[in-house]
T-cell receptor, first 114, second 113 residues
Framework: EAQVTQNPRYLITVTGKKLTVTCSQN?????MSWYRQDPGLGLRQIYY???????DKGDVPEGYKVSRKEKRNFPLILESPSPNQTSLYFC?????????????FGQGTRLTVV | DQQVKQNSPSLSVQEGRISILNCDYT??????FLWYKKYPAEGPTFLIS?????DKNEDGRFTVFLNKSAKHLSLHIVPSQPGDSAVYFC????????????FGDGTTLTVKP
């Protein structure tokens, strides 16, 4: 089954404790992206990757890091999480960045930073 | 500066009637638009899209209309069904902008039986 898998689904952590949210897709997609969803703000793009070893900032990259060492995985790293990073996070992928096609989303990771 | 806006946070319609969800954008460089549907505890799923070279695209009960001069698009659902109750996101992108996508805030649609 074609899918985007995020782990964990839920995470509660403390301020400053480094964490990684993993994202994996099995569709051989070149393009992957991370979003956060906050009430009243919709989905905002954090980082995206057009291919292996190619990443770029979205609209809200501050406080986040990403890496794309292999095509299927695109982890989101919070080196020092803060309460304002409490949010619902979605990973997405699509075939190629320049294609006018839809993105496939993971089920989301609800992160709470206390 | 929010480039994609869905001005109605919520919409309630009766089963069988038409649902119209609206989306406005400010960036004239956007040339591809999509609608996603999101159920609670799930990720968004693609619904329908439209390229700026068209003004209408249909897929079953779903039709998207694009008015480029007004920088406005709308999603029509006819007839509406209770299973359509979800949050609908409008998204826009520029083909030349190398991968960036901009989403609206979402509209929560409730279809009453």
């Amino acid at each position: 089954e074609a899918q985007v898998t995020q782990n964990p689904r839920y995470l509660i952590t403390v301020t400053g404790k480094k964490l990684t949210v993993t994202c994996s897709q099995n569709m051989n997609h070149e393009y992957m992206s991370w979003y956060r969803q906050d009430p009243g703000l919709g989905l905002r793009q954090i980082y995206y990757s057009m291919n292996v070893e190619v990443t770029d900032k979205g609209d809200v990259p501050e406080g986040y890091k990403v890496s794309r060492k292999e095509k299927r995985n695109f982890p989101l790293i919070l080196e020092s999480p803060s309460p304002n990073q409490t949010s619902l996070y979605f990973c997405a992928s699509k075939g190629r960045w320049y294609q006018d096609t839809e993105a496939f989303f993971g089920q989301g990771t609800r992160l709470t930073v206390v | 500066d929010q480039q994609v806006k869905q001005n109605s946070p919520s919409l309630s319609v009766q089963e069988g009637r038409i649902s119209i969800l609206n989306c406005d954008y400010t960036n004239s460089m956007f040339d591809y638009f999509l609608w996603y549907k999101k159920y609670p505890a799930e990720g968004p799923t693609f619904l329908i899209s439209i390229s700026s070279i068209k003004d209408k695209n249909e897929d079953g009960r779903f039709t998207v209309f694009l008015n480029k001069s007004a920088k406005h698009l709308s999603l029509h659902i006819v007839p509406s069904q209770p299973g359509d109750s979800a949050v609908y996101f409008c998204a826009a992108s520029e083909t030349e902008a190398a991968g960036k996508s901009t989403f609206g805030d979402g509209t929560t649609l409730t279809v009453k039986p």
